[in-house]
């Protein structure tokens, strides 16, 4: 054991212990050139006369040194202590970045079921560092919430690279000991075969099973029978003790949780890139993140972040906009007590008293371009339902002015509303007023014809129109008249604003 307030290495001084096991005990300790505080893992002197297990403490040091990232604890230093009684042993040392505060496992024994969208965001953390270590051909072996460090800004780190292998080393042979925690051991490290990044990524799973239900899903008398377990059962249907979670975070779960490899997510990329398609799904329907999930918020792809309601994505922002709105709203009822003091006052001749907006879903707008030679700016439509004013789809640049095309005149936009709305009134909202547009409707839809091809729209599944504006302005709404419910909505335009070779859409709002 090191004694409190010894100088290892001549320079860094160890202050306090604060955490112990079987192979190393860590310690809070000062780094007295640098003076910042840092952690240090000693290894047991005894332990550390076994060549195996002194080795193993080293592989630690190079594996996490070869790792640069933000979720993976930092290695420092490394050294070895000479024993003072001076026999030659000594006591191998690691210095790490000192995290200040606890491990997911203290969190999740104290508050039990996290919230999803903060399960989900320590999860992308975490596949994010394991990602990192694969790519150096790292393999962790032992992921687990206790060798998850949460700080205390809220970011996870993952540490404790003790049994890590290099997919390239032989590695060590433990006869009759599985390598790893048995509470989150996959199938095939179990059962002693071959393991790969697969394996952490199976871990990481269990490991979102117990932050979204506050328990490891298998228990047994042994840690054998835990592990037998993990091989021969599926896990508990996490919906069944998390009711609220959406089908597609548990199908993301399922799938790191596989015991087919084939099934099993390959790599880290592609788990990290369903969590963050089913964070964002989970973080709009709760309606907000806080923690640690506000900040991975902000570090997710535009592919996904637009599917978040804009108030999400711009805080700040949407603040500002409520005060705003607030003022505006004040000065209105003051202007109205005004008018009504004075005796005067009209209506506008317009009323749109029982219209209300329809939910569509992130991913209901779509382009159309039928009669072109390919798809108008495919990669910008989500902006159309995303709730931001400052997002928008535009058309190509049309030099002539004019909508021809080789099958036709036009193109448009339409709205999947499924399974079908009777809609009253359609509003867009554009800062290129005065362009030509109609309206169809369509239960079903021939999205098989090639581009160009000259079928009508009405040959392609479309009725009407059922509604025309010669002049769209932004705001206002489009009278519809259908009789019964229809799924598909198409702004189909027929002409440029006057004097424009594009035009620009921020938004499309069904109304019923």
Known sequence: MTAIGTLLGGRYRVDAEIGRGGMSTVYRA???????????????????SDSDQLERFRREARAVAQINHPHVVTVID?????????D????????????????????????????????????IETARALG??????????????????VSEEGGAKITDFGIARSLSEE?????????????????EQALGEPVTGQSDLYSLGVVLYEMLTGTVPFEGETPVVVAMKHVREELPDV?????????????????????????????????????EDVFAVEAARSGQATGE?????????????????????????????????????????????????????????????????????????HDYNPFGTGPENRDQVPNLVDEDPNTTWSTEQYYDGTLRKPGGTGLGVYLDAAPGVRARALAVETATPGFSAQVYVASRIDLSLPFGSSTPLTARGWHGPVSTSTHVASGRR???????????????ITTLPPGRQSLGLAGVTLFR
């Open 171 to 187: 590695g060590l042979t433990m006869a009759g000991r599985v390598l790893g925690t048995t509470d989150y051991v996959s199938p």
């Open 478 to 492: 489009i009278a519809i008249s259908v009789s019964r419910r229809w799924r598909y909505y198409l702004l189909w």
């Open 30 to 48: 000062f780094d007295t050139v640098l003076e910042r505080p840092v952690a240090i893992k000693v290894m047991h002197r005894e332990i550390a």
């Open 132 to 149: 990192a270590a694969h790519e150096h051909h790292i393999v962790h072996r032992d992921v687990k919430p206790h060798n998850i460090l």
């Open 239 to 275: 919906q069944l003790r998390r009711p609220e979670l959406s089908a597609a975070t548990a199908a993301v779960l399922d799938r790191a949780v596989a015991k087919d490899l084939d099934r099993r997510y390959p790599d880290a990329a592609s788990m990290v890139a369903d969590l």
């Open 293 to 365: 999930a506000t900040t991975v918020l902000r570090t997710l792809p535009g592919r996904v972040s637009r599917r978040l309601p804009w108030r999400m994505r711009h805080p700040a922002r949407w603040a500002g906009s409520i005060a705003l709105l607030g003022m505006a709203t004040a000065i209105v009822l003051w202007l109205t007590a005004s008018a009504a003091h004075k005796g005067t006052g009209s209506a506008d001749g317009q009323s749109h008293a029982g219209l209300v907006p329809v939910g569509l879903s992130e991913t209901a707008a």
């Open 88 to 123: 030659g042993s000594g006591s191998p040392y690691i210095v790490f970045e000192f995290v200040d505060g606890e491990t997911l496992k203290s969190i999740i024994r104290r508050e039990g079921p996290l919230p999803i969208p903060q399960a989900i965001a320590y999860a």
């Open 78 to 86: 490394a050294g070895e202590e000479p024993s003072a009684d001076g």
